[in-house]
């Protein structure tokens, strides 16, 4: 079963309104998770790096105030997209692994959250 | 920066043929992966590649590494239709577990 797990599966949401987007881990403790985000028939890009207990590390192009990462517990990372707009519809994907520093360990993936923003 | 490059982008073969996939990273990196995607899914982890000349194999999926070359390739042996998915290679980039992706190769496989 999924060792990473995403919440919502989808989500529609109207403009100008916050959504968010849950990732657990769910038998291991991860102190670095990692949001993507993927639009229809692109690849994975990167958005930021969470960290357990302190500021997301976001990826150039990548606005912190609007996507807000929290990492409150060694189990759950959450995205919240702030005033969300059309543009920002994609697939959002987390990772994480049991040993985030071991080259090779296994990274696991969230099943993957849809957001539609009309 | 590290880049990530696949080529092809998209592949149309038929059943029973042989096709490579090729994964080309611009900077060292300790590690490599190749995941498979379906529609609307998420990321299918087919292998990890760690060390220069490694080789892997599952089922009709064979995946290489040269690190000197800094290239790795997906070869298809004798295609079938369920291979047909979007296969990503992804490059280990700073923290063991950060990873960058290629753009994807599309496969489709025609009977």
């Known amino acids: 079963g999924a060792v990473v797990s995403q919440h919502p599966s989808w989500v529609i949401c109207k403009s100008g309104t916050s959504v968010k987007i849950e990732c657990r881990s769910l038998?291991?403790?991860?102190?670095?998770m990692f949001w993507y985000r993927q639009f229809p028939k692109q690849s994975l890009m990167l958005m930021a790096t969470?960290?357990?207990?302190?500021?997301?590390?976001?990826e150039q192009g990548v606005e912190k105030d609007k996507f807000l990462i929290n990492h409150a517990s060694l189990t759950l990372s959450t995205l919240t997209v702030t005033s969300a707009h059309p543009e920002d519809s994609s697939f959002y994907i987390c990772s994480a692994s049991r040993d985030s520093r071991t080259p090779g360990n296994t990274i696991y993936f969230g099943e993957g959250s849809w957001l539609t923003v009309v | 920066e590290l880049k990530v490059e696949q080529n092809p982008l998209f592949l149309s073969m038929q059943e029973g043929k042989n096709y490579t996939i090729y994964c080309n990273y611009s900077t060292t990196s300790d590690r490599l992966y190749w995941y498979r995607q379906d529609p609307g899914k998420s990321l299918e982890s087919l292998f990890v590649l760690l060390s220069n000349g490694a080789v892997k194999q599952e089922g009709r999926l064979m995946a290489s590494l040269d690190t000197k070359a800094r290239l790795s390739t997906l070869h298809i042996t004798a295609a079938v239709h369920d291979l047909s998915a979007t296969y990503f290679c992804a490059v280990g980039y700073s923290s063991a577990s950060k990873i960058i992706f290629g753009s994807g190769t599309r496969l489709s496989i025609r009977p």
């Open positions: 969470s960290n357990e207990g302190s500021k997301a590390t976001y």
């Open positions: 038998d291991f403790q991860a102190t670095t």
